[in-house]
């Protein structure tokens, strides 16, 4: 990340996320711990000890910039679109006309792929079992048959 950019994101966080410097660690080294563990997916204590501090530490300075992070929800995470069906990219054209089920709105009847569900499951939080019907088969293999021959 450009020095830049990590300037512009610690304003970001500290103004508009209410990410406050504490008695042991200011703005810039909390972002720099949470950078540190996702972007390149390290762990507490591996950061713990590339900034001399404790894997508890570092795990309370990640939750209060995550917090911050989340309070910008509005500004750094764009909501996702529908991609319509006559969309031209080659990597989306396996998925016409299934981008629905993939939709938090889209209900188990709407999905693009035939499952067959036990009623008790959908009434609960989740679905415990799917058993993929003779149609999805069919579906996965005339996919799969279509992407072969495509290369």
């Not at 889209?106 to 499951?121: G, K, Q």
């Amino acid at each position: 990340m450009d020095r830049n950019t990590f300037g512009q994101l610690c304003c970001l966080l500290s103004e508009g996320g209410g990410l406050r410097p504490s008695k042991v660690i200011g703005v810039v080294e909390q972002v720099a711990i949470f950078v540190g563990v996702l972007a390149h997916h390290k762990k507490n204590q591996v950061v713990g000890f590339d900034f001399w501090r404790s894997g508890a530490t570092v795990s309370r300075y990640m939750h209060k910039v995550l917090g911050a992070v989340l309070n910008l929800h509005s500004v750094l995470l764009a909501k996702p679109t529908r991609v319509p069906d006559n969309f031209d990219d080659p990597n989306w054209k396996w998925f016409k006309g299934c981008l629905g089920a993939l939709d938090v709105e889209a209900n188990l009847e709407e999905a693009c792929f035939p499952y067959t569900i036990d009623e008790e499951s959908v009434a609960s939080d989740y679905v415990e079992s799917v058993e993929p019907s003779d149609e999805w088969s069919q579906f996965r293999d005339d996919i799969t048959s279509e992407m072969w021959n495509s290369r």
